[in-house]
């Protein structure tokens, strides 16, 4: 009798590099196309902020990927998700090392990660995926110095000043 493993494990190998094949070459119109994301400020600590606001599945998903130019230090990509939960960011296709902020549904910090390196290749998942500890609905990413640059720490408070 045939294990299950002995038949599953070819079909994903085969998986496996067929997805990696595939965001390797992604072809050049898609990694060029940038998305119009809705635009927003908020203010951290005592410093507005302009940020693009990812809030959909597929804008989630496609946020920094693929983006040449660093965002300058007064502004910053937000993700904002339905619900605090764990949120989980995987740098891949990103082009220079991050700050990543999580905040809570009242705006607290719960977990910050600073000046993070993308993956370095498609296998390096452990080594590029950033997760919070405690439950956010709201991610700020922003180039590294970000941080350091709004004196960003656990006792910061994210205000939305407008969506």
């Not at 994903?12 to 809705?38: C, D, E, Q």
């Not at 496609?62 to 990509?77: D, G, V």
């Not at 090392?97 to 607290?108: M, P, R, S």
Request: aromatic share 10%; hydrophobic share 45%; charged share 25%.
């Amino acid at each position: 009798m045939v294990r299950k493993i002995t038949v599953l494990m070819p079909v994903i190998v085969a998986a496996i590099i067929i997805g990696s094949a595939g965001l390797v070459f992604i072809p050049s119109n898609i990694k060029n196309t940038s998305i119009k994301f809705h635009e927003g400020k908020v203010r951290i600590n005592s410093d507005e902020i302009k940020v693009e606001i990812a809030k959909t599945a597929a804008e989630k998903q496609r946020w920094l990927m693929f983006r040449e130019e660093k965002l300058p230090f007064n502004s910053a990509m937000m993700l904002i998700y339905e619900k605090p939960d764990l949120y989980s960011i995987w740098l891949i296709n990103i082009q220079y090392n991050l700050d990543l902020v999580w905040f809570d549904e009242n705006g607290h910090v719960v977990y910050i990660a600073k000046d993070k390196s993308p993956c370095k290749n498609l296998f390096d998942v452990a080594g590029c995926t950033y997760k919070n500890t405690k439950p956010a609905k709201y991610i700020i990413s922003a180039t590294s110095g970000f941080i350091d640059i709004h004196k960003i720490t656990f006792g910061s408070k994210l205000e939305i000043l407008s969506l």
